[in-house]
């Protein structure tokens, strides 16, 4: 082969050595850019249109596609839409509703995404269209919904997640993120078997139901945060927690006991709130009137003392008088509530018939009382 032919065995038509075309076309060269196709496209038109059309008429022709194929790059985004722009495949900004204007294609391509609608995932069970024979079906999915408790039980959870594209990333969204439903359905998983996963069953089954959804929430949102997925958690719908179907009753039985107790434990609690107080007051009551008591006979002790040292200091004026006048009021005391019959001695032997032997002094201080 001579130096001066330095394209090797092909012919100067391009053709191999067995007289067929490149069957890869011009090979790997770099493709053609705009000014190159434009000036294709002018050749072609001059070949097609008739020979008087003239130069001029092409450019026109050429300036109206071009034209042409500018207008095409007009679009409406819907209220309910976000639209993409894309030059060459690279993001360069989002427009909202109305009418907007991206360079058509293949320079330029818009990418819609509906950011208002609400969709569902559904963990534990997937819920079927309705039959004839009856109603929707939501056969379970165990390898989904069976999770394991904190101290070591096993709970049937199912549950569905709201969500839908972050109107202020739809970006991330669109590029970010390949299956956005399996994406949010697996990330929900995760974070449903972590939360449970730091719980006990019981409290799960009773008190702490209420508190899962929030934190499934705001554990599902951190982490589809972190990868930059563009998806907004709307809400976490807990649907059912269950033990496992082989040992349902069983835990039934012992929720119905710890309820039992629960109310039991609160009835106790009432009764001695009721019971206490009143014992309390009881106590105070008789510690009062006790108290009174003493001071009461305290106060009359002291009061007969001081009127035992008044007498005292009269009898050693006069004994006698004050013996006398002590014997009087101690047999006032002694008889005034006693009844009484005075006897007359005088009169005990006489014989006349108007003699009474007795007087009974209480009887007839009651009968004048009366009359």
């Known amino acids: 082969m001579p130096w001066s032919n330095q394209g090797g065995p092909r012919k100067p038509n391009d053709n191999g050595p067995w007289g067929q075309q490149n069957p890869w076309g011009a090979g790997g060269g770099p493709p053609p850019d705009l000014e190159e196709l434009l000036r294709r496209s002018q050749e072609g038109l001059r070949q097609i249109l008739p020979s008087g059309f003239g130069g001029r008429g092409v450019a026109i022709l050429t300036l109206l596609t071009l034209l042409a194929w500018l207008a095409s790059g007009f679009y409406t985004v819907g209220p309910n839409e976000v ?47 309705a039959t004839r024979r009856g109603g929707p079906q939501t056969p379970d999915a165990p390898e989904e919904s069976l999770m394991l408790t904190g101290d070591e039980n096993i709970a049937d959870v199912k549950f569905r997640v709201f969500w839908q594209i972050d109107p202020a990333k739809p970006e991330d969204f669109a590029f970010n993120v390949a299956d956005p439903p399996a994406t949010v359905k697996a990330v929900a998983e995760s974070a449903m078997r972590e939360i449970v996963g730091q719980s006990q069953i019981q409290k ?17 949102q951190k982490v589809l945060d972190e990868y ?24 039934r039985d012992v929720t119905a006991a710890q309820q039992d107790l629960q109310r039991l434990g609160n009835e106790a609690e009432a009764y001695a709130n009721r019971v206490v107080p009143e014992a309390r007051g009881a106590s105070a009551r008789i510690l009062q009137e006790s108290e009174a008591y003493r001071e009461q006979v305290v106060a009359e002790a002291r009061g007969q003392a001081s009127r035992f040292d008044q007498i005292y200091a009269e009898y050693k ?16 005391r002694v008889l005034g509530g006693a009844d009484k019959v005075i006897l007359d001695e005088t009169a ?24």
């Open 83 to 129: 639209g993409l722009n894309m030059i060459f495949g690279k993001y360069r900004g989002k427009t909202q509703a109305g009418l907007n204007y991206n360079l058509p294609s293949p320079v330029g391509s818009v990418v819609k995404l509906a950011v208002t609608d609400r969709n569902a995932v559904d963990i534990g069970f997937r819920e079927q269209p």
């Open 204 to 220: 799960i089954l009773t008190a702490d139901r209420k508190l899962i959804e929030p934190a499934c929430q705001q554990l599902m």
């Open 228 to 251: 930059h997925s563009g998806v907004l958690v709307l809400q976490v719908l807990l649907l059912s927690v269950d033990p496992p179907a082989s040992v349902i009753a069983a835990f």
């Open 317 to 332: 004026k006069a004994p006698t008088i004050t013996r006398q006048r002590l014997y009087i009021e101690t047999m006032e």
């Open 348 to 371: 005990s032997g006489a014989t006349s018939a108007g003699v009474v032997p007795y007087l009974p002094l209480p009887g007839l201080s009651n009968q004048g009382g009366r009359k």
